[in-house]
């Protein structure tokens, strides 16, 4: 057998190390940031009560633009309706992907409007 992990179980690992040391409450709920090849989702998470609060993706953008710039456009979306629902403060969770690029573009944005993390 081999001892090397593949890339899957290695993200697998990531996203749980990250998951440890983070929680969302009503009070400050988890923004959670998903990447697939299309697309960039989001969505603020009570953990507590097990509820999706606010959720943004490529289909409240309208136009066509590259992935970072859909990802601004994502974080002003989500933050808008966040703010609409009274959440001002959430924990962000990155998950198993690096702060830069879309990520990155979408918490820049988010701040922008007005949410704290």
């Known amino acids: 057998m081999s001892s090397k992990r593949s890339k899957i179980q290695l993200q ?3 996203r749980s190390r ?3 040391k983070i929680s969302g409450t009503l009070e400050r709920p988890r923004l959670s940031i998903f990447r ?6 989001a969505q603020i998470i009570d953990d507590v009560g097990m509820k999706t609060l ?11 633009m590259k992935k970072t710039e859909a990802a601004e456009k994502i974080g002003e979306v989500l933050a808008d309706k ?13 998950s ?3 702060f830069h690029g879309r990520v990155k573009a979408l918490a820049d944005a988010a701040r922008k409007k007005g949410l704290q993390f």
């Open 12 to 14: 697998k690992s990531r």
């Open 18 to 20: 990250v998951r440890a």
């Open 36 to 41: 697939s090849l299309k697309g960039t989702y």
């Open 54 to 64: 606010v959720s943004a993706s490529n289909k409240d953008v309208k136009g066509k």
């Open 82 to 94: 966040a703010m609409k629902k009274g959440i001002t403060k959430v924990v962000f969770d990155r």
């Open 96 to 98: 198993h992907y690096r």
